[in-house]
Each structure stands twice: as structure tokens, then as C-alpha cells.
Nanobody, 121 residues
Framework: QVQVVESGGGQVQAGGSLRLSCAAS????????MGWYRQAPGNQRELVAT???????NYADSVKGRFTISRDNAKNTVYLQMNSLKPEDTAVYYC???????????????WGRGTQVTVSS
């Protein structure tokens, strides 16, 4: 099984910064893309940023220029540096790892339980 655990959430004032971390562990053969998603109350879960095993990244338009995703393949860890935070960034942030486990050809998506980010004005 694969476990995904996020850390680093919290409360910050507008304009501040936070850094989220996410580690995948367990019986992993390989991890393909990893990413961050978020869900605000009353809204659907939305993509924030993703990064491939080769380091190619993709961002939601709303966070471009403010958030940076990075990855440490040796540690199966992904980070999200969030700068210039806005109240509309308030949400539960979820980490996703698309991974292969030994003996299974198909890759599956594994999710963490989420970490709360609250930005006050």
C-alpha cells in the first residue's frame, strides 16, 4: 500500500508565505506525477500544481507566479512554496501521487488527508 502524508499548513495573513510538504511511502515501484489540489468550502476540488518525475510542472492560472512546486524523487516528496498568499487561497490542500506498486502494471492515484491553509485579510 501507499501512504501520502501532507504537512505545513496553517494560518497566515494576506501577503505571507507557507510551504507545504508531502511524502509518499510504502511499497512503491515508481511515482509518476505528484501534485497539489485544493478544496474550499462549497467548491469542488481543483488542481493547484503538478510536477512530473522529470521535473516538468503545471500550474493553475490563479497561482502562477506566486506558487512553486518542487520535488525530491529520492525522498518521494513534493513541496509547494506559496508566496503572496490571498484570502481566496484559503482551502484544504491535498497531495496526490500517481504511483505504480510492484507487480501491478496500472498506476493509481493516492491521496493524502489534506492540510488546512487559512489566509486572513
Amino acid at each position: 500500500q501507499v501512504q501520502v502524508v501532507e504537512s505545513g499548513g496553517g494560518q497566515v495573513q494576506a501577503g505571507g508565505s507557507l510551504r507545504l510538504s508531502c511524502a509518499a511511502s510504502g511499497t512503491i515501484f515508481s511515482i509518476n506525477h505528484m501534485g497539489w489540489y485544493r478544496q474550499a468550502p462549497g467548491n469542488q476540488r481543483e488542481l493547484v500544481a503538478t510536477v512530473t518525475s522529470g521535473g516538468s510542472s503545471n500550474y493553475a492560472d490563479s497561482v502562477k507566479g506566486r506558487f512553486t512546486i518542487s520535488r525530491d524523487n529520492a525522498k518521494n516528496t513534493v513541496y509547494l512554496q506559496m508566496n503572496s498568499l490571498k484570502p481566496e487561497d484559503t482551502a484544504v490542500y491535498y497531495c496526490n501521487a500517481n504511483a505504480n506498486i510492484p507487480g501491478i502494471l496500472r498506476a493509481y492515484n493516492y491521496w493524502g488527508r489534506g492540510t488546512q491553509v487559512t489566509v486572513s485579510s
